[in-house]
């Protein structure tokens, strides 16, 4: 990928209607159930990133017949739960940690060996989490010294097994989940904290029993999925830089259509109205077996606060913006219990913690923890940003220049085409400007 560097601008007001595309979770498994089902899925809705078309290509080259039409729509041809073929080169997944984790619960019970590769991100993130509880469930997966991918995987005959999930991970859970498919016998997992739940209630879409016992799923191994059509909500993750926009533009307001407000997911519109953000949902209606929303959401007054531990699962992937709010927020804002930060596509507290405080926001990050001194009125400093290849962090900060006293630089904003490759086209069409040059 060419290295992009963004130049966003302060801007005085914001208006317009927003529809985000396609949730980048439940495109992942549509792909993935769609290919293991008996029958056609068709999905609308699929988000168009570099991420979940590495998950399609990565089973297209097992043999699965997928047509990608454009515009969010794809045919799979399922192949059924054993009609997977042995790929003949590494699967090479990119900057996706949801396809290498997930697939990696996929991939163990087949009859035979594959291999699961990435970008420099992602061969450097933890990968034992996944191949530890899929061992103890006999399978066979060799990792590099460190944990890291490259995965060699070497299908065998999988089991049933108890295991309490020592982290809050859907990826996590997603595995085991898909591996249980394969194993004799049955597979329970406890969770010890809330995590998405898209892979059961999509399983159950498909047709696969999910039991749930209060923290704990069970899912019994053999089970065949039966295609169904998959509607993909918009991404809340994504709509979260436009929540974040509009709250912090000096002026106006923002109509955010379709968003996902599926409850494992959406805790970021509850910590932004308890900073004193004006967000109304609109119109809440099901599509697909998820809870969507219109979000109406206005230029707010925000105050900083202590975000509840609880929540932090849920809005995981929106801690770099919920920063840039807490940027501008009166008073401190403080969260703990942000540890899984460290290990996403970034280090997400170093590279926040160095950004804000080249913007010359008074800020400080512990090992699992953030402390965040925010300002009415003008917030950031212009300046130079590092988004470390990070699309989330690139999006944030291009945001931030909307209370910036001068131009934000982004360096490295590529990676923003791995989740929402029309962010700066819809931005620009709200009121931001966001200029690009090719480095
Ligand atoms: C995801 C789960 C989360 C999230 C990631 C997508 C998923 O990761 O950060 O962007 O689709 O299951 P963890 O399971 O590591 O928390």
Known sequence: MTNIIWRSHPAPSLSGTVRVPGDKSISHRAIMLGALADGTTHISGFLEGEDCLATMRAFQAMGVAIEHHGEGRVTVHGAGLHGLRAPTAPLDVGNSGTSMRLMAGVLAGQPFASELIGDAS???????????PLALMGAEIATSERGTAPLAIHGKPL?????????????????????????????????????RDHSERMLRGFGVAVQQDGATLAIRGGQRLTARDVVVPGDVSSAAFFLVAALIAPEGELLLENVGMNPTRAAVVEILRAMGG?????????????????????????????????????AIDEFPIIFIAAACAEGETRASALHELRVKESDRLAVMTAGLHALGVDCGAGEDSMRIRGKAGTAFAGGQVASHGDHRIAMSFAVAALRAAAPVEILDCANVATSFPTFRALAQGVGMQIEESHA
């Open 122 to 132: 992602l061969m450097q993130r933890p990968m034992r989490r996944v191949t530890e």
């Open 159 to 195: 089991h049933g097994i108890r295991y309490t999930l020592p982290i809050a991970s859907a990826q996590l859970k997603s595995a085991l989940l898909f591996a249980g498919l394969y194993a004799e016998g049955t597979t329970f997992i406890a969770e010890t904290g809330i995590s």
């Open 278 to 314: 004006d967000i109304t949902v609109v119109n809440p209606r099901e599509a697909g077996g998820e809870p969507i929303a219109d979000l109406r959401v206005r230029a707010s007054r925000l105050y900083g606060i202590t975000i509840d531990e609880a929540l932090v699962p849920i």
